[in-house]
């Protein structure tokens, strides 16, 4: 299963997951799952089905070190998380996605996006980002002034710079008793392309590569931003008891 970052172009998702196809191949080639995430997308592998399952553990994160005690802060990222969350687990079978920011004090800005893997339906993707935002956030990077909080079936980021791409558009989620065949030749619904073309490449690339125990991970700093990396697991050699 691939997930690109909703707002990333078709050529930065697909570099990205040929990328982590091959550190998995590369890191762990002989076990039975893998996942591992990126700033721009998520790739698991099972010898079990991970359609519509949600799965909230193992959970990690990366933080900001640059910190804050101002309950305001905490207020605004409760609200804006929560406003994302409902937003993004409405969203149709082919995108559970939503980014915004909201003011704090003076002229400082906070930014946020939050997405769900969109075979997930609307209750577990809100649970996924609903324990994200809390127990995620909690553990790693309360008061911290951005963090990014992975499970293998959502994440979230917020920051206090604009980080998603520019120009981003999003089609509106799918009729449920919409013609498939129709949406295709509609020339408004190509954007969702990105996100099926990488799903179709990786469903091809699963049969050759060989499936890991390994989590990845891939750190992309910000010039202005340090980050510091928090495993929330348990791990022995670099492998994970599952």
């Not at 127990?135 to 206090?160: A, M, Y």
């Not at 791990?235 to 994970?240: F, P, T």
């Amino acid at each position: 299963m691939a997930l690109c970052r909703a707002d990333v172009k078709l050529d930065v998702c697909t570099g990205c997951l040929n990328e982590t196809i091959s550190r998995v191949k590369l890191d762990c080639p002989n076990n039975k799952e893998a996942i591992g995430w990126s700033a721009d997308c998520t790739l698991r592998y099972s010898n079990t089905n991970l359609s519509e399952k949600l799965e909230i553990n193992p959970q990690t994160c990366l933080y900001n070190t640059g910190s804050t005690a101002d309950e305001y802060f905490q207020l605004r990222l409760g609200e804006l998380l929560s406003d994302l969350r409902n937003k993004a687990a409405a969203g149709g079978a082919l995108l559970k996605y939503a980014a915004g920011n909201s003011s704090l004090r003076a002229s400082e800005r906070l930014y946020a996006l939050v997405q769900c893997t969109p075979d997930l339906s609307e209750g577990d993707c809100n649970h996924c980002l609903d324990k994200a935002a809390t127990d995620g956030i909690r553990r790693c990077c309360l008061k911290q002034r951005g963090c990014r909080v992975l499970s293998p079936s959502c994440n979230l980021r917020f920051e206090t710079y604009p980080f998603v791409e520019a120009g981003a558009e999003f089609p509106p989620p799918p009729s449920p008793s919409g013609d498939r065949q129709k949406e295709e030749e509609e020339p408004n619904k190509s954007k969702r392309t990105p996100v099926l073309v990488a799903s179709l490449s990786v469903i091809f690339g699963v049969a050759v590569v060989s499936i890991s125990g390994f989590l990845i991970w891939k750190r992309r700093n910000n010039q202005d931003t340090e980050y510091r990396e928090i495993q929330l697991l348990d791990l022995v050699e670099g492998r994970i008891d599952m």
